[in-house]
C-alpha cells in the first residue's frame, strides 16, 4: 500500500518510521523551513494527566527502543505549586503505573542538582525529579529520511485522492496530512478546531559543560533543556497569530520573560550568554488535543495534527496506534480522534498539560 505524508515534523516523521516498519511504501513531502520540530527542546514529558500521560509513557519507551541512538536518558527536575490540585493528579497518576517520582523538597532555599546547576526553591513550591528522555528531533530526521528513502521536498496541496507538488500529482492509497499549522494551506479549507501559534526559544551558553538533563516549571511557567554547553529555555506554545508566518518574528518581551524566569530557577544562568533566538509557527486544537483520524467527507485522507507543544511527548505513541489503526488492528482513542466534538475551553494549550481530572 501506498502512503504519502505531507509534513516532516515530528508527527509526520514518527507517522513514516512506523509505517515503512510494517512494509508500507512510504513518501514524505517535506515543505522545508523553520518549523516547530526544529527548535524543540526535546523533553518527553510524562507530566500529564491520562489519557496523555498513557501516551506519553509509551512514547518514551518507543524512543528507547526503537532510536536509542537519538535520545539521551535524562532526569526532569518538575517544579510544582503545593496545593495545585492538578500537578497532585499528575503525580498519583505516575504514582499508579510504577512511575519513579523523586520528592527532591518541600522546602525552600539553593539546592545542587546532580546536572551541574543549582535549583531555587521558593515558599510553597515542590521540587521532584522525574526519569525520562531528551530527544535529538534533528537527528531523528535523518534517520526516518535514510529508512523511507523517498522524500519530495516541495509544498503540497491535497486533494481526496490525490496530493499535488509542483508539477507532480500522486495518487497514493492512503495521505497523512501532518502540516501542523500549515493545514489549512495544504487542503484548502480552514479547520475550525486548530489554532496557530508562535513557538519562540532561547538557545543560551552555560559556559561549562552540563549533564542532560531538563526542568519543567509549572510555578514559573516555562522549560528548559539542557544539552552539554547548550541551553535552551521557553514555554511551548506562546502567544496566538493570525497566520503562519506571523511567527517566524521572535517576540522581544517573550523571550525576555523567559530568561529572567531561568534566572530566578537557576540563578547562575544570568551570567549565560544569549546565543541565538528562533521562533516558528506552531498549531494545537482549541481543546489542547491532537487530531487523529480520517477528514470528514474523505477517508482516505487522514490528519494527523495539532500536535504542537506535546508532539515529541506523544507522536510516537499515537503514530504507531495509527499504523495499528491502518492495518485495521484498533480504534484510534476518542480523546485524540479527528471525528471528536472539540470544544474550545478558551485556554492556551500549555507545556506542560495542565488540564487534568481525577487519577486514573
Known amino acids: ?4 505524508i505531507v509534513g516532516s515534523g515530528i508527527a509526520g516523521l514518527m507517522a513514516a518510521w ?77 504514582e499508579r503505573r510504577g512511575e519513579k517520582v523523586l520528592t527532591f523538597t518541600e522546602e525552600p532555599g539553593l539546592f545542587e542538582t546532580v546536572s551541574g546547576f543549582q535549583i531555587k526553591i521558593y515558599r510553597e513550591e515542590v521540587l521532584n525529579v522525574v526519569d525520562s528522555v531528551l530527544v535529538d528531533t534533528g537527528s531523528i530526521k535523518n534517520m526516518v529520511f535514510r529508512e523511507v528513502g523517498d522524500v519530495i521536498a516541495g509544498i503540497a496541496r491535497v486533494k481526496c485522492g490525490s496530493v499535488v507538488v509542483g508539477s507532480k500529482v500522486l495518487r497514493p492509497d492512503v495521505i497523512i496530512v ?3 499549522p500549515w493545514l489549512p494551506e495544504v487542503l484548502g479549507f480552514e479547520i475550525e478546531a486548530l489554532e496557530v501559534y508562535s513557538c519562540e526559544t532561547a538557545f543560551l551558553d552555560p559556559r ?30 506562546f502567544r496566538k497569530v493570525g497566520k503562519p508566518l506571523d511567527a517566524y518574528s521572535p517576540d522581544p518581551q517573550s523571550i525576555s520573560l523567559f530568561i529572567d524566569a531561568l534566572a530566578r530557577r537557576v540563578p547562575e544562568s544570568s551570567y549565560w550568554r544569549l546565543k541565538k533566538v528562533l521562533s516558528a509557527p506552531c498549531a494545537a486544537c482549541k481543546d ?37 489503526y491502518l492495518e485495521g488492528e484498533s480504534a484510534i482513542d476518542a480523546a485524540f480522534s479527528s471525528q471528536r466534538s472539540v470544544k474550545d475551553l478558551g485556554v492556551k494549550p500549555p507545556e506542560p498539560f495542565r488540564l487534568c481530572g481525577e487519577p486514573r
Open 18 to 94: 512506523f509505517l515503512a516498519r510494517k512494509g508500507y511504501d512510504v513518501t514524505i513531502i517535506d515543505g522545508g523551513g523553520l518549523d516547530a520540530t526544529s527548535i524543540s527542546a526535546g523533553i518527553v514529558s510524562p507530566l500529564m494527566p491520562p489519557p496523555f500521560l498513557d501516551a506519553a509513557l509509551k512514547s518514551k519507551r518507543l524512543y528507547l527502543s526503537e532510536f536509542s541512538e537519538s535520545v539521551k536518558e535524562a532526569p526532569i527536575y518538575w517544579v510544582r505549586n503545593a496545593n495545585d490540585k492538578c500537578s497532585r493528579v499528575v503525580l498519583e497518576s505516575l
Open 208 to 237: 561549562k559543560p552540563l549533564k542532560h538533563s531538563a526542568i519543567i516549571d509549572d510555578s514559573l511557567d516555562f522549560y528548559a533543556a539542557f544539552w552539554g554547553q547548550d541551553a535552551q529555555v521557553g514555554d511551548g506554545l
Open 1 to 4: 500500500m501506498k502512503v504519502a
Open 288 to 324: 489542547t488535543a491532537p487530531l487523529v483520524g480520517p477528514l470528514k467527507g474523505c477517508r482516505n485522507v487522514i490528519l494527523f495534527a495539532g500536535f504542537d507543544g506535546i508532539g515529541v511527548t506523544l507522536a510516537p505513541a499515537l503514530a504507531e496506534s495509527l499504523a495499528r
Open 178 to 180: 501532518a502540516s501542523g
